[in-house]
Structure formats: structure tokens, C-alpha cells
């Protein structure tokens, strides 16, 4: 069977690659890996959908600078990342180009109808101050910074997993007895029941087509992180930003990706 390597999705941040391109080391071993086996060159994957995007763009908007939609504003970042002609061959993709949003909205639609998906009406916390979700549990607002919370019923998409399911297949992950996946092991072992998959975020996909509330919109993010420090979720993500009114309005997102299976139980958290 014909093997196509790409990189884990990586987090537009501020990085360089010749400083500290991180998780970014993907690119060039997926890239090294296609040209050992010949294969073709693979489009690198960009993860956009992250609370750091959120207040950097919210950031760029207030300082008054020139206009720019959001998606042109992350592209300018990553096409930064290169430098002068130096553009991947394939070109890039990112967790809200349409054919990933597509392909993830598939996915949902498919597993709702299985049942491996549901639409739950869930308590949530919301920061006093400026309304983003923070999680199943109390704790500061990551976004704003206010250290005081009320409690909400709303609807969200959700998945419970099966009682004894395995979080993680140790047996399929390179090289575990050589280095032992201690973080993987750690998040596997701090991983609820149920999983909360619909998040705020300021921008992404509508979720409004699977029955979530219309004012409500979502985008995928890709790659499923859990919280290791805690068995709850801990979403962290602000209110978006109208570009043209500057009104603050709920949004949001959902924490999965047609890259990553879906039924790779975690908690979720923006880092």
C-alpha cells in the first residue's frame, strides 16, 4: 500500500523555523519521509483556530491598523513563516479552508446519525465579563482574565465514551519502549466520559445545519489535545469581534478534525 506522509497540524504561532519551529519540525520529516519513499509532496497543515489567534487578531483590530479579514491575516502569518520563495510545492491547508470544513461537517453529519455524536443540553461556566465558555468546571478566564463565572445550560455536540474503551492503542505508537510516551500516557489516563466538542471561538464553521443554535458558528481544529493537569474540560477561548460594528458576539467551535479520528477520546484544551 502506497504511503503519503503529512505533518501534525502545527499552531499558528510566533515562531520561526530557524528559531523555534516546535511542533513545525513535522513539516520537514513528513517532506524528508515523501522523498525517501518517492511519493508526492503533501500540503502542510496549519492549525488557525486557537485563543492565541483569537487575541492576536483581536489585538491587530484595536490597535487600529489597516483592515484585514481574518483568513488573509493568519495566511500572511504562515506565508511569513517561509520567507521569499521558499512557498511549500503542494501549497498549504488550514482547519478552515472549505474543503476541510466539508469534510468535517461529513463526518459529524455521519457519526450523529450512528449515534457516535450526540447534541446535549450541558452546564457550562461563561466568564462574567466577556461571555466566553470556559469549561465544565470554574476557574479564570483565559481569555480576558476575570476570575469570576456563571453557570449556563446550553446545547453542545458531544461524544461519551464506552465504559473500559481505550483512550490510546499504545501498541501503535513507534519506538514506545525506546522513550516512553509519558505525556500521551498522562492525558489517556486524565480523560472524561464525555467529551464537550462545541467551543467559542471568534472564528469557523457553522454548526447551525446539525441543530445547534443558529447565532451560534463553529470551526475544527486540528488535532484532538487533552488537559493533563485536570479530568475536566477546559476550553479557552474569547468572544469574537464583528470587523465592522466591533460588537463582541458569541461563537462556536468545534474541537475535532477530519485529520484526526474522531473517536480519539480527550479533553480539549486551547494552548
Not at 199 to 209: K, V, Y
Request: include cysteine.
Amino acid at each position: 500500500m502506497p504511503h503519503l506522509f503529512f505533518n501534525g497540524p502545527v499552531q499558528n504561532g510566533d515562531f520561526t523555523f530557524a528559531a523555534k519551529p516546535g511542533k513545525a519540525v513535522g513539516i520537514r520529516i513528513a517532506g524528508a519521509l515523501n522523498r525517501i519513499l518517492g511519493a508526492p509532496v503533501a500540503p502542510h497543515l496549519w492549525n488557525t483556530v486557537t485563543l492565541a489567534g483569537d487575541l492576536r487578531y483581536l489585538q491587530h483590530i484595536e490597535a487600529a491598523r489597516a483592515p484585514i479579514a481574518r483568513e488573509d491575516f493568519e495566511a500572511a502569518i504562515i506565508a511569513a513563516k517561509y520567507g521569499d520563495g521558499s512557498q511549500p510545492p503542494a501549497g498549504t491547508a488550514t482547519d478552515t479552508d472549505k474543503s476541510v470544513a466539508d469534510l468535517a461537517m461529513t463526518m459529524i453529519t455521519e457519526r450523529l446519525s450512528l449515534g457516535v455524536l450526540r447534541l446535549t443540553d450541558e452546564t457550562i461556566f461563561e466568564c462574567a465579563r466577556c461571555g466566553h465558555m470556559i469549561g465544565t468546571r470554574h476557574h479564570h478566564c483565559r481569555a480576558c482574565g476575570h476570575d469570576i463565572s456563571h453557570t449556563r445550560i446550553a446545547r453542545h455536540l458531544t461524544s461519551d465514551r464506552k465504559p473500559g474503551e481505550n483512550v490510546l492503542d499504545f501498541t501503535r505508537i513507534h519506538a514506545r519502549k525506546r522513550r516512553p510516551p509519558f505525556h500521551l500516557q498522562n492525558i489517556a489516563a486524565n480523560t472524561p466520559t464525555r467529551l464537550i466538542l462545541s467551543r467559542t471561538r471568534s472564528h469557523g464553521i457553522d454548526l447551525s445545519p446539525v441543530g445547534l443554535p443558529s447565532q451560534l458558528t463553529a470551526s475544527i481544529l486540528p488535532s484532538m489535545r487533552n488537559c493533563a493537569s485536570s479530568t475536566h474540560c477546559t476550553a479557552t477561548c474569547p468572544t469574537s469581534m464583528c470587523r465592522t460594528c466591533m460588537t463582541r458576539a458569541r461563537h462556536m467551535v468545534l474541537a475535532l478534525t477530519p485529520w484526526v479520528y474522531l473517536r480519539t477520546g480527550s479533553c480539549h484544551c486551547s494552548r
